[in-house]
C-alpha cells in the first residue's frame, strides 16, 4: 500500500493549519511556499477539506484558511478520507475479486493490515503530533519565517 501525495499534501498543510492556528489563517500561498506544495494543488485539496467541515476561510485583508475544529478533535484519518484517499491494502480494493474474481488466499491479511493503519492514523490528532517535540523545532523555524515575510506597513512622517 501506498499513500499518495495527496494524502501526504493534505496532512502535511492541516499540520501547517495547527501549528499557525493561535497566530491566525493562513494563506494558501504561505502554505505553498513553506511546504513546497503546489498552490493550485492546495486549492483543490482545501475545497475537499472545507466540504468535510476540516477547514474555513476567513475573507478581507489577514484572511486565509483556519482549522474548523478544535485539533484535539482532527484525526490523521479524518483528513486523509476526506481528501479520496483510500487506505486499503489489499490489490482488489476490499472487492475479494483479487484473484480471478474471486478472494486470493492472503485477502484477510491484507484487509487486517488496512483495518490496522486505519485505526493507528485514527489515534493520532493534529493536536497530538503539534506537541511532539521534532514539530515544535520546525513549528519555531516556519512561524520566526512567517513573522520575517510579514513587514510592518511604514506611513511617512507628518510634517
Not at 50 to 62: A, C
Not at 75 to 88: C, G, K, M, S
Request: glycine fraction near 8%.
Amino acid at each position: 500500500m501506498k499513500l499518495s501525495t495527496k494524502g501526504r499534501y493534505a496532512v502535511t498543510a492541516m499540520m501547517h493549519l495547527a501549528i499557525h492556528d493561535r497566530h491566525g489563517p493562513v494563506t494558501l500561498a504561505e502554505i505553498s511556499q513553506c511546504q513546497g506544495i503546489s498552490l493550485s494543488y492546495l486549492e483543490q485539496l482545501f475545497a475537499k477539506l472545507r466540504k468535510h467541515g476540516l477547514v474555513e476561510g476567513v475573507r478581507g485583508p489577514g484572511g486565509g484558511y483556519r482549522l474548523a475544529r478544535m485539533p484535539d478533535q482532527v484525526t490523521v484519518a479524518n483528513i486523509i478520507t476526506a481528501v479520496d484517499e483510500r487506505l486499503d491494502a489489499t490489490r482488489c480494493c476490499g472487492d475479494e475479486n483479487c484473484q480471478g474474481g474471486r478472494r486470493c488466499l492472503t485477502h484477510q491479511l491484507w484487509t487486517d493490515l488496512s483495518r490496522q493503519i486505519f485505526t493507528f492514523l485514527e489515534g493520532i490528532t493534529l493536536a497530538q503530533f503539534v506537541e511532539r517535540p521534532a514539530i515544535g523545532d520546525t513549528a519555531h523555524r516556519h512561524h520566526t519565517r512567517r513573522r520575517d515575510r510579514i513587514q510592518p506597513i511604514q506611513f511617512p512622517a507628518m510634517v
